[in-house]
């Protein structure tokens, strides 16, 4: 996260500026959702902080089941947000993803490279085995 003169990140001021939208283009282009406070009188940016915060715990105790119906929630809401939930970054610079890892809920990895990609993380591992094969010959 790059600074201006004052030493604010664009996401700090786009919270202040209770900007929704920017903040999430933001926050889905890897910004740390953790580095703001939140703002009285900005709702829609403090619910968004807030459920962030909220998936992280899930995701970082290995809470699988209600990380699932979270998360489909927000995929139901709008694919545009389930991106900027699988792509924000902690105050460690790390995903969800990262953080399940580092805390070895590999259940959690699983379901969420699935809701990232669509498809799931041993149908991942194969089209790369095959891509690796098609290289090397």
């Not at 829609?44 to 089941?65: D, H, P, R, T």
Request: proline letters at 1%; hydrophobic letters at 40%.
């Amino acid at each position: 996260d790059s600074v201006d003169d004052q030493g604010l990140r664009p996401i700090q001021i786009a919270v202040e500026a209770g900007d929704l939208k920017c903040c999430q283009i933001l926050l889905e282009n890897g910004a740390c959702y953790n580095s703001v406070e939140t703002i009285p009188g900005s709702e829609g940016v403090n619910n968004l902080l807030e459920n962030i915060e909220q998936a992280f715990f899930f995701a970082s105790k290995g809470y699988i089941e209600i990380l699932k119906l979270f998360m489909q929630v927000v995929d139901k809401e709008n694919y545009h947000l389930l991106n900027v939930f699988l792509n924000c970054t902690n105050s460690e610079g790390k995903t969800l993803i990262a953080a399940a890892v580092a805390n070895g809920h590999f259940e959690v990895v699983r379901n969420l490279v699935k809701l990232r990609t669509g498809t799931s993380l041993s149908e991942l591992v194969k089209v790369h085995t095959l891509y690796e094969k098609t290289v090397m010959e």
